[in-house]
């Protein structure tokens, strides 16, 4: 059967369409109302945690390792137990993908080897360790040497009996900068206004971005937990 379309005159055809526009316009403030507007992290925001995170890749790597409390549950104190920068060396005779999976090779033995050593740190027998890695976004510049270091990590925790938790590269940018689109050098400005009003943080050891990165997944990490009730 044909569908019938009931006729509506001119005049109120327009009334209606107004209407709906209206409507929408409101619903959409209403909706900006209840979106609270972004404000910078402190420390405060974060929960207590002791955290070893990977930016990893196949070419490079890189690392931190890191613990949070509150003393008498009020004061931040955060301790760098270690970060760095892991390096694929240059495999002769090797391109393509057989490089690329040889590279991938190297950089899962060496993340195993590294969570071997941050799980018997003594901080360990203390609080439990939680690894963290990178999960790339969909689409970006060899996004499968990201994934292939991402499982690297996942088999060194199972290794030592711990689960590798993931880190959405955007909602990290997110949750230290804001809404916008960002870029991987904006991530220093991000790390630095959080940690850097800590009086300990000008003591720590140099830093490259790939190091800096590993912090910042931390941080959001800790941010997440304390979202989801983590306890100091």
């Known amino acids: 059967m044909a569908k019938v379309r009931t006729w509506v005159a001119p005049d109120e ?7 709906q ?7 959409g403030r209403e909706r900006a109302k209840a979106t609270p507007a972004w404000v910078p992290p402190t420390m405060h925001d974060l929960s207590a945690g002791h955290v070893l995170a990977f930016d990893q890749g196949a070419f490079k790597t890189g690392w931190c390792h890191f613990r949070l409390s509150f003393l008498q549950g009020v004061t931040p104190e955060f301790k760098v137990l270690g970060h760095g920068r892991l390096l694929q060396p240059t495999v002769p005779g090797l391109n393509g ?3 690329t999976l ?9 993340i195993k080897n590294l969570v071997g050593e941050r799980v018997r740190h003594p901080y360990c027998a203390h609080s439990p360790l939680y690894i963290v890695r990178e999960m790339p976004a969909v689409q970006g510049y060899r996004i499968e040497l990201s ?3 991402a499982l690297g990590i996942i088999q060194a925790a199972t ?45 720590a050891q140099r830093w490259n971005e790939d190091s800096r990165d590993a912090l910042a997944l931390v ?6 937990g304390n979202k989801q009730g983590g306890v100091r």
């Open 13 to 19: 055809e327009v009334a209606r369409k107004k209407v």
């Open 159 to 203: 290794e030592y009996q711990r689960r590798s938790y993931p880190i959405g590269n955007q909602h990290m940018k997110h949750v230290l900068l804001g809404p916008g689109a960002w870029e991987k050098k904006d991530i220093k400005v991000g790390v630095e206004r959080l940690v850097g009003t800590l009086p300990n943080w000008a003591s």
């Open 147 to 149: 994934l292939l270091g």
């Open 97 to 99: 993908f057989e490089d």
């Open 219 to 224: 941080l959001t990490w800790l941010w997440d």
């Open 21 to 27: 526009q209206a409507r929408r316009v409101i619903d």
């Open 102 to 110: 040889k590279r991938a090779e190297w950089m899962g033995e060496v």
